[in-house]
């Protein structure tokens, strides 16, 4: 079975340039979590749908980003603009709904703004 | 700060040693799942604990789950240089949410 896929696995990018990161889930999921990692702070939760539904985006650093499921196969990531500060991996991750349930990764996005 | 934290940071075992990782976190949990990362790829499930499970195994991996202390434990029994990676506790919190909060991870370093 195909895991969670993540496109690009890498992006390099000018400062003020928008970015769009994807994720397909894995099949059958319902809830889809999009994550940010960096050495200073860590694996950081920056929102997640239940059912394709935004149930929280208190992980949203700014307003400079924003996220999308219009579909249950597929949710973007956008910065817009994007700022060096936000140089980091993203990973989208999916699991079927409950607190029990494990998350099954992607393997990230490494975005480098310049 | 971190709802989860492990300990130690890093670890440098040598091939067939115990390697044991500690992860202490803040709030009641309903479960506390392990994840391993190697580098540069997404996170991996390891194994999950309940709150009323105070230790379990798989494979070579024994949990323990200390909800007193807040606690708990991961070790990887004769380790191996497949196992080389992080490693990292997750809570959900606030409880009956899907707001998962990870860690800040163990490195391990297994040496062949």
């Known amino acids: 079975d195909a895991g969670v896929i993540q496109s690009p696995r890498h992006e390099v990018t000018e400062m003020g340039q928008e970015v769009t990161l994807r994720c397909k889930p894995i099949?059958?999921?319902?809830?889809l979590f999009w994550y940010r990692q960096t050495m200073m702070r860590g694996l950081e939760l920056l929102i997640y749908f239940n059912n394709n539904v935004p149930i929280d985006d208190s992980g949203m650093p700014e307003d400079r980003f924003s996220a999308k499921m219009p579909n249950a196969s597929f949710s973007t990531l956008k910065i817009q603009p994007s700022e060096p500060r936000d140089s980091a991996v993203y990973f989208c991750?999916?699991?079927?709904?409950?607190?029990?349930?494990?998350?099954?990764f992607g393997d990230g996005t490494r975005l480098s703004i310049l | 700060s971190q709802q989860g934290e492990e300990d130690p940071q890093a670890l440098s075992i040598q091939e067939g040693e115990n390697a044991t990782m500690n992860c202490s976190y803040k709030t009641s949990i309903n479960n506390l799942q392990w994840y391993r990362q190697n580098s540069g790829r997404g996170l991996v499930h390891l194994i999950l604990i309940r709150s009323n499970e105070r230790e379990k195994h798989s494979g070579r991996l024994r949990v323990t789950l200390d909800t007193s202390k807040k606690s708990s434990s991961l070790l990887i029994t004769a380790s191996r240089a497949a196992d080389t990676a992080s490693y990292f506790c997750a809570t959900v919190f606030p409880s009956g949410t899907y707001k998962y909060i990870f860690g800040t991870g163990t490195r391990l370093k297994v040496l062949a």
């Open positions: 099949s059958g999921h319902n809830s």
């Open positions: 991750a999916s699991s079927f709904s409950g607190d029990n349930q494990p998350q099954h």
